[in-house]
Structures are given as C-alpha cells and as structure tokens.
C-alpha cells in the first residue's frame, strides 16, 4: 500500500515539473533575425520565410546580448506571422504564405 502511495506521489511531482516546464518555453519568446540585419521577437518558427532572406533564430537572451550591435536593427510588433527586410514588414497571407512583395 505504500509503494503505491509513494509512486503516486512520484508522478504528481513529475507531472507538476513537466507542466511547469511547458508554460515557460510557451510563455518565451525568440528572436529571429535576418542577414540584412534585421530583427525582430518571434513566439512561432515559421518556416514561411523566404530560404534567400536567411533568417536565423537566437534565445531572446541573444537580443540583450546585441542589442548595442550596429549591425542590427530591432523591431517590435504584436503579430509575429510575418518577416522584415530591409526594415519593411512583410505579413504572411492568410493561407500562411508570404504575401509575395
């Protein structure tokens, strides 16, 4: 009777840590940047972006870390479903793919 007792206490525990582990990554956001310099927070990796714009994905730690860098340029927005380039916004469309611009 203990034995049970004590492996259900065991997976409660473990349930409550993976639950727990679960809402940080969902609560954290990314940073994704491209090779024109371009950067901005992200909470999804799209595979939309366009192969030829190079965009690269960094913990949001990587955006303190830089953010002094000349070589970048932030940018903050409420919907992430889109990229920059060259300092413009490009949305994707509704059926998920880039608007074409």
Request: with cysteine; aromatic share 14%.
């Amino acid at each position: 009777m203990k034995k049970n007792s004590l492996m259900s206490t065991l997976l409660a525990a473990g349930a409550v840590v993976g639950a727990t582990g679960f809402l940080t990554s969902a609560a954290s956001a990314d940073v994704a940047c491209n090779q024109y310099g371009d950067c901005w927070h992200v909470t999804k990796h799209y595979t939309l972006y366009p192969k030829d714009i190079g965009v690269t994905f960094y913990p949001d730690t990587w955006r303190e870390e830089h953010m002094k860098d000349t070589h970048y340029r932030w940018y903050d927005r409420d919907d992430d479903s889109g990229y920059y380039i060259r300092g413009e916004w490009h949305a994707f469309d509704s059926d998920g793919d880039h608007d074409g611009d």
